[in-house]
C-alpha cells in the first residue's frame, strides 16, 4: 500500500514537470489584459476609450534575460499612447529609439523562468479604428531577439506571437466547454 502511495506521488511529479518544461524557443506576443487571453477589441463607437495593451514573452528553456523588439506604427490616426511602463520587476537597463513609423524596444533585465510581460502601454483609441498592431524585428538585431540567462548567452530569435487587432473581426477561440462539444460530435 505504501509503494502504491509513493509510486503515485512518483509519477504525479513527474507528470507536473513535463508540463512545466520550457519549449527551446522563446515566444513574444501582444494582449489586451493581464492573462495573455484577449487579443481582440471592437473600435469604439462614438468617442475615445482607454485600453491597456501587454507585450508579454515566454522564455526559452534557457531562460530569458533580455529582449530586443519594435512594434509596428500604432500612434497615429485614432491611437494616442498615454504612458510605456517597463515591468518594474525587470531590473537592468533598456533602451527605446522612437521614430514616425515605428518604436524599438531593447532590455537586459534579470533572469526569467516564466510568462511575464515585458512592457505595458494605456493607449486611447478613437471611434471607427481598424488596426493591427504587432511586434516586428529589431533593427539592430534583425530580429524579434531573446537572450538567455547566462553571461554571454548571445540575442536569439524568438517566435512572434499574437497580433493585437483593433475594430474587429474578432473571433472567440475555442473553449473548455466549447471543445467539450466539438469532441462530443466524434464519439
Keep these: 500500500m505504501r509503494w502504491l502511495a509513493l509510486t503515485s506521488l512518483a509519477l ?5 514537470s513535463a508540463t512545466a518544461q520550457l519549449p527551446d524557443v522563446g515566444y513574444m506576443g501582444l494582449t489586451w489584459d493581464e492573462n495573455h487571453s ?11 476609450q482607454e485600453h491597456t495593451m501587454y507585450v508579454w514573452a515566454r522564455p526559452s528553456s534557457r531562460g530569458m534575460g533580455g529582449v530586443a523588439f519594435r512594434l509596428n506604427a500604432f500612434c497615429d490616426n485614432g491611437i494616442a499612447s498615454i504612458s510605456e511602463t517597463w515591468n518594474p520587476l525587470l ?3 533598456g533602451t527605446l529609439y ?15 523562468m516564466d510568462w511575464t510581460w ?57 473553449t473548455t466547454s466549447t471543445w467539450g462539444a466539438i469532441k462530443g460530435l466524434y464519439k
Design 118 to 174: 515585458i512592457m505595458k502601454y494605456v493607449l486611447l483609441i478613437s471611434s471607427g479604428v481598424e488596426r493591427t498592431i504587432r511586434i516586428e524585428e529589431h533593427g539592430v538585431h534583425n530580429m524579434i531577439g531573446m537572450r538567455g540567462c547566462n553571461l554571454g548567452d548571445p540575442m536569439e530569435a524568438a517566435i512572434r506571437g499574437t497580433d493585437l487587432i483593433i475594430g474587429g473581426p474578432c473571433t472567440t477561440a475555442a
Design 12 to 16: 504525479m511529479l513527474a507528470a507536473g
Design 91 to 93: 531590473s537592468g537597463g
Design 98 to 112: 522612437v521614430t514616425p513609423t515605428y518604436a524599438e524596444y531593447s532590455k537586459l533585465f534579470s533572469c526569467q
Design 38 to 48: 484577449q487579443n481582440c477589441i471592437l473600435s469604439p463607437e462614438g468617442g475615445v
